[in-house]
T-cell receptor
């Protein structure tokens, strides 16, 4: 049973660029949440998708947007990258409001 | 909004020592509580969770946690740590019955010395 998968593993971008990160949920899960984990910090909630709609959003600017597809996979898009966007981006999946299971993350470096 | 406070950011223990990591949350309503662990080079894994019922929760690898509602606490314990317990531990909370926005603490790095 495959767990949560994320791609790519690592990514290097320059300021001002745009990036798309991808997530495939654990089999049987219908809800995807995205988190940003800066160095030395706990994960910070970005937003959550259920039934292809954004259901909850954390304290992140509109530069952060997302999408959920009919097969429950999801994308996180970040526009106009800033140096401060450098972090580990985590995807978590769950069956609606049940426990979230995390993927390995995508390490984004903004130069 | 809910928040989580972890008391110790870095803990160093010798093997066989007992462990207790403190966690307090702030939220006036009913919550779900979690401890996640991140071993070196691995992704976040669920250690244990509390949704309702017995406030003493047992997790994997001999860990347990006790929910004390009056103290807004959910401390993690293990009677005897092993070198393989070296990892970062995160306490987390979500609002019961709501969408699962999980709020994490800053994490505690545990180093177990052989």
């Amino acid at each position: 049973d495959a767990g949560v998968t994320q791609s790519p593993t690592h990514l290097i971008k320059t300021r001002g660029q745009q990036v798309t990160l991808r997530c495939s949920p654990k089999s049987g899960h219908d809800t995807v949440s995205w988190y940003q984990q800066a160095l030395g910090q706990g994960p910070q909630f970005i937003f959550q998708y259920y039934e292809e709609e954004e259901r909850q959003r954390g304290n992140f600017p509109d530069r952060f947007s997302g999408h959920q597809f009919p097969n429950y996979s999801s994308e996180l898009n970040v526009n106009a990258l800033l140096l401060g966007d450098s972090a580990l981006y985590l995807c978590a999946s769950s069956l609606f409001t049940d426990t979230q299971y995390f993927g390995p993350g995508t390490r984004l470096t903004v130069l | 909004a809910q928040s989580v406070s972890q008391h110790n950011h870095h803990v160093i223990l010798s093997e066989a020592a007992s462990l207790e990591l403190g966690c307090n949350y702030s939220y006036g309503g009913t919550v779900n509580l979690f401890w996640y662990v991140q071993y070196p080079g691995q992704h976040l894994q669920l250690l244990l969770k509390y949704f309702s019922g017995d406030p003493l929760v047992k997790g994997i690898k001999g860990f347990e946690a006790e929910f004390i509602k009056s103290k807004f606490s959910f401390n993690l314990r293990k009677p005897s740590v092993q070198w393989s317990d070296t990892a970062e531990y995160f306490c987390a909370v979500s609002i019961s019955g709501g969408y699962q926005k999980v709020t994490f603490g800053i994490g505690t790095k545990l180093q177990v010395i052989p």
